[in-house]
């Protein structure tokens, strides 16, 4: 008796294990693509992806730690990431072909949510002699997170009003030691409000 018993139990033992392998392997894994992981928008995309992942039970969210708008929309199309985040601007040059994408246009591109209104604010060393943009000219500086849309605007801004620093290009962590080491005036940074992220 105890010889059937077994082979009984060992069939519902292995289904046992079996179906939550079954129901994970049909759920459609997707990769979304943030910012550096200092950001708080990487934390709202971490957020993000675990709503997503509670309650759309057929899908698994993974994040991707990465630069930005810039090397997100890079990322998509290049098939390396599924979604990710992306500011308004940026989107739109790419979708059109505008810009850094004259050429290279992101047609297929989508807005999913909007989620923040940022603000690109240019912070500089109290005794950096920095008042004005044009002081900018020829100083050190980090003109946002490397491909991001901050970095890009900054360019695209300072270019339009002939400002020219020597660009420091990095994440947000490197400027901030260049900043506190003295290798650079300062840097540009999206926050949300009054508040750098």
Same mark, same amino acid.
């Given at each position: 008796?105890?010889?059937?018993?077994?082979?009984?139990?060992?069939?519902?033992?292995?289904?046992?294990?079996?179906?939550?392998?079954?129901?994970?392997?049909?759920?459609?894994?997707?990769?979304?693509?943030?910012?550096?992981?200092?950001?708080?928008?990487?934390?709202?995309?971490?957020?993000?992806?675990?709503?997503?992942?509670?309650?759309?039970?057929?899908?698994?969210?993974? !994040?991707?730690?990465?630069?930005?708008? $810039?090397?997100?929309?890079?990322? @998509? =199309?290049?098939? *390396?990431?599924?979604? #990710?985040?992306?500011?308004?601007?940026?989107?739109?040059?790419?979708?059109?072909?505008?810009?850094?994408?004259?050429?290279?246009?992101?047609?297929?591109?989508?807005?999913?949510?909007?989620?923040? !209104?940022?603000?690109?604010?240019?912070? $500089?060393?109290?005794?950096?002699? @920095? =008042?004005?943009? *044009?002081?900018?000219? #020829?100083?050190?500086?980090?003109?946002?997170?490397?491909?991001?849309?901050?970095?890009?605007?900054?360019?695209?801004?300072?270019?339009?009003?002939?400002?020219?620093?020597?660009?420091?290009?990095?994440?947000?962590?490197?400027?901030?030691?260049?900043?506190?080491?003295?290798?650079?005036?300062?840097?540009?940074?999206?926050?949300?409000?009054?508040?750098?992220?």
């Amino acid at each position: 008796m105890k010889k059937y018993g077994w082979l009984f139990l060992i069939p519902i033992v292995l289904l046992t294990f079996a179906l939550p392998a079954t129901s994970e392997a049909k759920k459609k894994y997707l990769f979304f693509g943030a910012s550096a992981a200092a950001s708080s928008h990487y934390a709202y995309v971490v957020g993000a992806a675990k709503a997503i992942n509670k309650y759309v039970p057929e899908v698994k969210v993974n !994040v991707v730690e990465t630069g930005a708008s $810039v090397d997100n929309l890079k990322r @998509v =199309k290049s098939g *390396e990431i599924d979604m #990710g985040i992306c500011s308004m601007k940026t989107m739109y040059e790419a979708w059109k072909g505008l810009a850094r994408w004259e050429g290279n246009p992101l047609p297929d591109v989508r807005l999913l949510w909007l989620y923040a !209104v940022g603000i690109d604010f240019i912070v $500089v060393r109290e005794d950096s002699g @920095v =008042k004005k943009l *044009e002081d900018l000219n #020829g100083k050190k500086f980090n003109p946002g997170i490397r491909g991001s849309a901050c970095e890009a605007t900054t360019k695209q801004v300072f270019k339009i009003l002939e400002i020219m620093p020597n660009y420091h290009i990095g994440a947000t962590c490197d400027a901030v030691k260049a900043i506190k080491d003295n290798r650079i005036v300062g840097y540009v940074k999206t926050g949300i409000g009054t508040q750098v992220d």
